[in-house]
């Protein structure tokens, strides 16, 4: 599934959160969304993921555009994984996983074997094994983070949207998540704060800065020195090992 969003723009009264954003990700590609703290991350994400409108420009998934898809359509076609995704109901493992088949049940809710099995299987590939009737309240925070992803894979979209999926997760984690959503195979945009992960996993990225695409492209050729000291205000050496991008970060200057 190919994800177009051309000259999105969307703005409270006060200010202009996201100016003309314009980017693709061609089908089955991660592509990852990178930029400072308040750059307009998580707002291209939730316009992208239907919940928010936007003030002019659209998106498209395969040419449909989003804003004109029904609520169903898209909780078939797109899976978000939020960046505090809570719920204070009493849900087990299995119950929150379950929750993202829902989309694709016909009219009424079923829990049949197939399902569960199936629930179980994807646990397993977020190394939940044996985690399924635990409740959700008595997760650690990068359980939680990964029973979500678990929820959207489960879900099985066309397009699945991560907003700072890594957030928690300890590095072996984190490596064993990026690796999982490439397998996947699913066209993938994903808000990365670990710009050395987002060289490693990322087919393309894009750079926002207070809601502008200031770069876009293949990670070696947008994460230069002069980007990461004009966007993020680091200094950093960029160097190449085993053919693939490394920042080094120097601390600031006293
Ligand atoms: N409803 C809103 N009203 C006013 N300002 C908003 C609203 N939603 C977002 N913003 C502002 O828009 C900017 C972008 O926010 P967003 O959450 O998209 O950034 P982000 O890049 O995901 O940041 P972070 O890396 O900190 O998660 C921020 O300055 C935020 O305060």
């Given at each position: 599934m190919m994800l177009d969003v051309s000259g999105v723009s969307w703005a409270v009264p006060a200010a202009r959160i996201l100016d003309r954003v314009t980017c693709?990700?061609?089908?089955?590609?991660?592509?990852?969304?990178?930029?400072?703290?308040?750059?307009?991350?998580?707002?291209?994400?939730?316009v992208v993921a239907g919940l928010l409108r936007p003030t002019s420009g659209q998106v498209t998934i395969d040419g449909d555009a989003v804003a004109r898809l029904r609520?169903?359509?898209?909780?078939?076609?797109?899976?978000?994984?939020?960046?505090?995704?809570e719920t204070d109901l009493d849900l087990t493992v299995l119950d929150v996983v379950l929750l993202g088949r829902i989309p694709h049940q016909r009219s009424r809710?079923?829990?049949?074997?197939?399902?569960?099995a199936r629930a179980v299987e994807v646990l397993a590939h977020v190394d939940l094994t044996g985690f399924?009737?635990?409740?959700?309240?008595?997760?650690?925070?990068?359980?939680?983070?990964?029973?979500?992803?678990?929820?959207?894979?489960?879900q099985e979209p066309e397009l699945l949207l991560l907003d700072e999926?890594?957030?928690?997760?300890?590095?072996?984690?984190?490596?064993?998540?990026?690796?999982?959503?490439?397998?996947?195979?699913?066209?993938t945009l994903a808000a990365l704060h670990d710009l050395n992960l987002?060289?490693?996993?990322?087919?393309?990225?894009?750079?926002?800065?207070?809601?502008r695409?200031?770069?876009?492209?293949?990670?070696?050729?947008?994460?230069?020195?002069?980007?990461?000291?004009?966007?993020?205000?680091?200094?950093?050496?960029?160097?190449?090992?085993?053919?693939?991008t490394v920042i080094h970060y120097r601390p600031p200057a006293a």
């Open positions: 693709t990700a061609p089908a089955g590609s991660l592509v990852g969304l990178l930029g400072p703290n308040g750059s307009g991350k998580t707002t291209l994400l939730r609520r169903l359509a898209v909780a078939r076609r797109i899976a978000l994984l939020a960046q505090h995704a809710w079923s829990d049949s074997d197939t399902e569960r399924e009737h635990r409740k959700w309240q008595t997760l650690s925070g990068g359980e939680r983070q990964r029973v979500q992803l678990a929820r959207a894979l489960a999926p890594t957030n928690h997760l300890d590095i072996g984690h984190q490596l064993q998540l990026l690796h999982l959503v490439r397998r996947a195979g699913i066209t987002a060289a490693m996993f990322c087919d393309t990225v894009v750079v926002l800065d207070a809601g695409v200031v770069a876009a492209g293949a990670p070696e050729q947008v994460l230069t020195p002069a980007l990461l000291a004009d966007v993020f205000g680091v200094e950093a050496e960029v160097g190449t090992h085993d053919g693939r």
